[in-house]
């Protein structure tokens, strides 16, 4: 698979779509997308993902929303998209990335763990205060949120 990415100003109604999976508030898209560098990503098909990166503290960027086209999911985009913003992160300064999920969302968790994030705080009832619905997950109605981190470590370079 090769992915393109895209600068992305503001989401077309497709790119929105695919960010409400990643997120299913628009109010909050609404929120962090023009304070956020967003990409997509374009195989030979076109559309195959999206990525938001908003800084955070000085040092570190969080991954707001990370979303894969549904018949694409379960093939490595997900991954490439991690890889692509950490790639981002080191080339922006940042020396940790940030990422949150739902603690019912374990295919995410899953993923992001193997990508070497781990989690460093739990969000309680973070879902039931900012949605004005319930999300149901896995059989699972989602309220807590957790919140994984990966420190970038650059390799030491010689000294001449």
Do not use: C
């Not at 600068?7 to 929120?31: C, F, M, W, Y």
């Not at 981002?88 to 949150?100: D, N």
Request: hydrophobic share 40%; no cysteine.
């Amino acid at each position: 698979m090769v992915l393109t990415y895209q600068r992305v100003t503001t989401p077309t109604i497709e790119e929105n779509q695919l960010l409400l999976l990643a997120d299913p508030s628009q109010r909050l898209i609404d929120s962090y997308v023009p304070i956020s560098t967003v990409y997509a990503a374009n195989d030979t098909t076109g559309l195959a993902g999206m990525v938001v990166l908003k800084p955070q503290e000085p040092l570190t960027v969080e991954i707001m929303a990370l979303a894969v086209i549904p018949i694409k999911q379960r093939r490595g985009y997900g991954r490439a998209l991690l890889v692509f913003a950490k790639q981002w992160a080191i080339e922006h300064g940042y020396r940790t990335v940030r990422i949150a999920t739902g603690t019912t969302s374990l295919k995410q968790l899953y993923l992001y763990q193997q990508q070497g994030f781990r989690v460093v705080r739990v969000d309680s009832n973070y879902f039931t205060r900012n949605y004005s619905q319930s999300i149901i997950e896995n059989g699972l109605v989602l309220r807590d949120r957790l919140i994984l981190e990966r420190a970038i470590v650059l390799p030491n370079l010689p000294i001449n």
